[in-house]
């Protein structure tokens, strides 16, 4: 299989926005609407539909609702419970929508793992954050971490749509610092002997 620049491009673009999905489910997919919608990016066929008026309307709203509903502690931690699967599928759809030059089902495989994988480890390693976040504080930092929440999924879901290379790094460079943060927080099993 030959990967054209044109489909490089738009992997980059789909992972860029799938990460996003992993901070804001609906920030990244109101970008690629926006994009859409005013002609600065071309959706897939059947996905066009995402760069409409009342798509647009519609994931404005919602991103809107989230964004702010993030702000108010405890509730944060509610939404994350339900996030973490709507993550994973609002990184798929990113991916999915965006691809463009490759066959379904290479399209499909990537937006799932690539996609969807991605969006669910950074949305559970951000609910497991604030969960700590809440524990230890009451929620009383539960609005900062929000902040830096959504901030990262604009400064992503921007960059994926206007430099998508720069997207694909910057992915790269949260998944390390997610690992790093995991490795440090998980229980050490003990020996025994």
Do not use: H
């Amino acid at each position: 299989m030959n990967i054209g620049p044109e489909s490089m491009i738009s992997i980059f673009l789909g992972i860029g926005l799938a990460a996003s999905a992993g901070f804001r489910v609906f920030l990244p997919l109101f970008a690629l609407s926006l994009a859409a919608f005013s002609g600065f990016w071309e959706l897939n066929g059947e996905w066009a539909w995402i760069g409409s008026l009342p798509a647009l309307i519609t994931l404005g709203v919602a991103m809107l609702v989230e964004i702010f509903a993030y702000f108010i502690p405890w509730v944060d931690n509610l939404l994350d419970s339900i996030a973490i699967p709507l993550a994973g599928i609002a990184g798929t759809a990113a991916m999915v929508s965006s691809v463009a030059g490759l066959d379904p089902v290479t399209t499909w495989a990537l937006a799932i793992i690539a996609g969807g994988g991605s969006a669910t480890i950074i949305k559970g390693a951000n609910a497991a954050g604030r969960l700590t976040s809440s524990a230890t504080t009451g929620g009383l930092a539960n609005p900062v971490v929000s902040v830096v929440e959504t901030g990262t999924a604009v400064a992503v879901s921007t960059a994926s749509i206007l430099v998508p290379p720069i997207a694909a790094i910057l992915v790269i460079i949260i998944l390390v610092i997610t690992f790093r943060i995991y490795r440090k927080l998980r229980p050490r099993k003990k020996n025994s002997g």
